[in-house]
């Protein structure tokens, strides 16, 4: 099994920056890594995606606002965000699995998740 532990979030008013990392312990084998988001009342959806060639994907709904890297020397997976949002708010979980690009944002595709991290925004 992938072990995912996600850390970082946090309490920022609007415009405000976070950085998520999300650890494990042997991040070069777990294949895509993806962060996803869900909020009170709404579905999950997808964020950020990182393959295992390190060819990063993101939604719509980051506009450019948020950064998504690993390192595997340390082996974390880390969600820069900007310019945060109230409708930024969230919890935020850190998934993995050998899912194809086209299905990234698919959340049923991965087959490891970690416990999440919320994210609130204030106006």
């Known amino acids: 099994d992938v072990q995912l532990v996600e850390s970082g979030g946090g309490s920022v008013q609007a415009g405000g920056s976070l950085t998520l990392s999300c650890t494990t312990p042997?991040?070069?084998?777990?294949?895509?890594m993806t962060w996803f988001r869900q909020a009170p009342g709404k579905e999950r959806e997808g964020v950020a995606s990182?393959?295992?060639?390190?060819?990063?994907t993101y939604a719509d709904l980051t506009n450019g606002r948020f950064r998504i890297s690993k390192d595997i020397t340390k082996n974390i997976l880390s969600l820069v965000m900007h310019n945060l949002k109230p409708e930024d708010t969230a919890m935020y979980y850190c998934?993995?699995?050998?899912?194809?690009?086209?299905?990234?944002?698919?959340?049923?595709?991965?087959?490891?998740w970690g416990k999440g991290t919320q994210v609130t925004v204030s106006p």
């Open positions: 990182m393959s295992v060639n390190g060819v990063p």
């Open positions: 042997y991040l070069s084998g777990a294949g895509r």
């Open positions: 998934a993995a699995g050998p899912v194809m690009p086209y299905q990234w944002s698919q959340g049923d595709k991965y087959p490891y």
